[in-house]
Nanobody, 124 residues
Framework: QVQLVESGGGLVQVGESLRLSCTASGRTDSTYAMGWFRQAPGTAREFVATVSRSGRITSEADSVKGRFTVSRDRYKNIVYLQMNSLKPEDTAVYYC?????????????????WGQGTQVTVSS
């Protein structure tokens, strides 16, 4: 089993920044990529970013590319999502997840363990 705990969410103004953290514990040696997803009320969960086990390969959704950066401290088992130039449409619950499959999938069904989520609200 792997446990994931997100932190760092909150209420910010348009254009401001937030950094989300996700701390993994348990059988982390069995996992590969870690991903960030988000879900706004009344919408489906969507991919935000993913980072490989080594931390060297990253991928971001087009909607956040150039504004969000994902990174990983593999020794501390922490994944970060740096979010800059936030927009109202970024408002959602943000979840981190990890996969026991190799590769960096953008599909939520490929992730096996999920955190409880952290709310990000961007006010205009």
């Amino acid at each position: 089993q792997v446990q994931l705990v997100e932190s760092g969410g909150g209420l910010v103004q348009v254009g401001e920044s937030l950094r989300l953290s996700c701390t993994a514990s348990g059988r982390t040696d069995s996992t590969y990529a870690m991903g960030w997803f988000r879900q706004a009320p009344g919408t489906a969960r969507e991919f935000v970013a993913t980072v490989s086990r080594s931390g060297r390969i990253t991928s971001e959704a087009d909607s956040v590319k150039g504004r969000f950066t994902v990174s990983r401290d593999r020794y501390k088992n922490i994944v970060y999502l740096q979010m800059n130039s936030l927009k109202p449409e970024d408002t959602a619950v943000y979840y981190c997840a990890t996969s026991t499959k190799s590769g960096q999938s953008t599909r939520d069904q490929d992730y096996d363990y999920w955190g409880q989520g952290t709310q990000v609200t961007v006010s205009s």
